[in-house]
């Protein structure tokens, strides 16, 4: 019996514990304080009452609690633990913020609607072109058709002229970019739970590998890389400004775009982040030259109106006290930025999505029209952003229409949308009793649901078992042909003796 009490006889491993009970025994705490019950006839007593109102609280008051912070230093001081906390608090100084956050609501802070794309919209384009005060105009912008054109005819007659070791060299370095930001990057996350709803009782396994966000931002990031390679060996890119030696364009990552508006009298907020921004120091050039609604433009509308009948555009957006009160288009306030128009930008819209399983069983999977709605009003924060930034904060009239383009994918699936804001004035088609709109309306071309590769993905294996197939080059194509015109390139001649080719 003595044996087995000595051999399990427990070994203390960590003696801070037993040391602090030790020393709050012998020494006492600061915080010990006991509350006693009062009579009801020392509580009624004024004289009583005035002298427990002057004294101190012991259950509120933060000077205990910073006491009982101090004591749990043993051996130090509390001359020492201060001095132990300033030295912290100067090592952190630099990795924390400056200015207070500006998005702290307090008492008198108004609620507003934010827009949030995980709360997908019920009537998809029809909601978003009354919240953008727009109409859709078929097919792409004329000059983007034209640009596209040229840029395919004379990548297709570069191919007919090259050498057989060099005519597929831009079709692997897409196939590479597609390859490296679905399977050769070495990203190991946990990834979203896989739901199939043609297999209810089938369990998949826990995987690992690269989330479907990080997909659309590598992807996006190796295509902009080919296509300003391509520029380079297309001889169109512009020579830097002789002034400051800059480059004509900027590409930017991880933009912040913050702003706001006011639809029929409600404040609406925009918070959204851009993987990639294509901007220039010019204006980018408009899709429209001539910003009057055609009677086309108020057909849409119309339609657009009846679609949504009785029901609110403002119904999916949710209402918080949490967001700045100024407009942030990814540059600092207090700096003049010296490219201040954006002509390209990127919407991440990888989960959920329509050909991944990664979407949970009470969630609706998204259309192809819900993921342009989302464009669209991305589009629309973004010339807010540009206007307010340019002409002010209370800018109400807009001196001239500003032009923007975004490329909206999930990773398979590509959206081109093309937004032209003629005006600031957004009212409720609804409230008024006119057939057609008052004012001028914002314009929207849409071309979109192109498939770049095929990506099959098994029933019930892994997801490292996903085969791609079918590479489409004329995504690709239309891609280039979004870039070259943010870098105002309007035209591509067909040159004679320059050879045109991407290597990886």
Known sequence: MRLTS???????????????????????????????????QVLGDAKTVAQLSAAEDLF????????????????????????????????????????PDVREP????????????????????????????????????????????????????????EVDSQKFDLISAVEQAVLHA????TDEDVLPKRYNPELLIWKFKAEYGIHPIRVVRYLLHNLFRICELQSHRMHLTSPPSADNALPSYWLTRDRLLETYYHWAGRRVH??????????????????????????SDYKA?????????????LIDLTSTRYYRKDSVDAWKSNVKPAYPYPNLFTVNMALPNVWSDFTAPEKARITVEQRQAVAIMNCLASTIATARRLYGEDVRELPQPLAVEAICTDGVFFDFVAFQLNSLSFPDWNASDANRPEGRLNFVWIEGNRRLVDKRIPRRSLLRS???????????????????????????????????????
């Open 6 to 40: 000595v051999l399990f006889k427990r070994v203390r491993h960590n003696f801070i514990p037993v040391y602090i009970k030790k020393q709050w025994r012998e020494s006492g705490s600061h915080m010990i304080a006991q509350r006693m019950r009062v009579p009801q």
């Open 60 to 99: 509120s008051s933060s000077r205990y609690r910073n006491e009982l912070a101090r004591e749990l230093e043993i051996g130090m001081q509390p001359q020492e633990a201060e001095q132990v906390e300033a030295e912290r608090t100067e090592r952190l100084a630099q990795f924390m913020a400056v200015d």
């Open 106 to 161: 307090s008492a008198e802070t108004e609620p507003t609607l934010i827009f949030e794309p995980s709360r997908l919209f019920c009537r998809d384009i029809a909601q978003a072109c009354m919240l953008a005060n727009a109409v859709v105009r078929p097919g792409p912008p004329p000059d983007i058709q034209t640009l596209y054109d040229s840029v395919c005819s004379r990548l297709q007659q570069s191919d007919e002229t």
């Open 182 to 185: 679905h399977l050769w990057h």
């Open 270 to 295: 925009f918070c959204e982040r851009h993987d990639l921004l294509l901007s220039s120091s010019k204006p980018t050039p408009l899709f429209a030259e001539d910003p009057t609604p055609t009677v």
């Open 301 to 313: 509308a119309d339609d657009f109106r009846r679609r949504m009948h009785l029901i609110s555009p």
């Open 466 to 504: 996903t085969r791609y197939t079918d590479l489409d080059m004329s995504v690709f194509y239309r891609i280039l042909t979004s870039y070259l015109r943010g870098l105002r390139v309007l035209s591509v001649e067909q040159p004679h003796n320059v050879m045109m080719r991407a290597s990886s």
